[in-house]
């Protein structure tokens, strides 16, 4: 029942993002321009949905879908960490012009650079875990 709760949800925020165009890369493009609201304006109604939903989540003390108190935990930000993703994840951005966000998307809609993100963020993901504990706090 889980699983097809998940592949549910994960439809519908798929649907959002096709019908929204976030996987355009003209979309994509037009943030570095300044030249449209649309996407600063879907970043920022996610960003408002999300705050509303963790206001809803604590105060009705709403459970996870396994039944446990859904808990927010506070990490430590790792300054050089972050500032060396956010370079990488903006380079590799700006270079292929397609969000990581919706790569499964672009592979779905048989988009070349949709591979070529994909494998990206594998190689990323992969070099992040090697790095980790490497990377000062």
């Known amino acids: 029942m889980k699983a097809l709760i998940t592949m549910a ?3 519908v925020f798929g649907s959002v993002l096709i019908a929204s165009q976030a996987f355009e ?3 994509i493009q037009e943030i570095f ?3 449209s609201f649309h996407m600063f304006g879907l970043i920022l109604s996610a960003i408002g949905a999300a705050a509303i939903s963790l206001i809803v989540i604590k105060r009705f003390n709403i459970k996870s879908i396994e039944g446990n108190d859904i808990v927010l935990i506070s ?3 790792r300054k050089l960490g972050n500032v060396i993703g956010g370079l ?3 380079v590799g951005l700006g270079l292929t012009g397609a969000c990581a966000g919706p790569v499964f998307i ?3 809609l048989h988009w070349s650079i949709g591979l070529i993100v994909f494998l990206g963020a594998v190689i990323g993901t992969i070099v992040y875990g090697l790095l ?3 990377i000062p706090e």
Do not use: D, N, P
Request: glycine share 14%; aromatic share 24%.
């Open 9 to 11: 949800i994960g439809f």
């Open 25 to 27: 890369w003209a979309r």
């Open 33 to 35: 321009y300044f030249e």
């Open 75 to 77: 990490k430590s930000s």
């Open 88 to 90: 990488s994840y903006g």
């Open 106 to 108: 672009l592979i779905g």
């Open 132 to 134: 980790k504990e490497k």
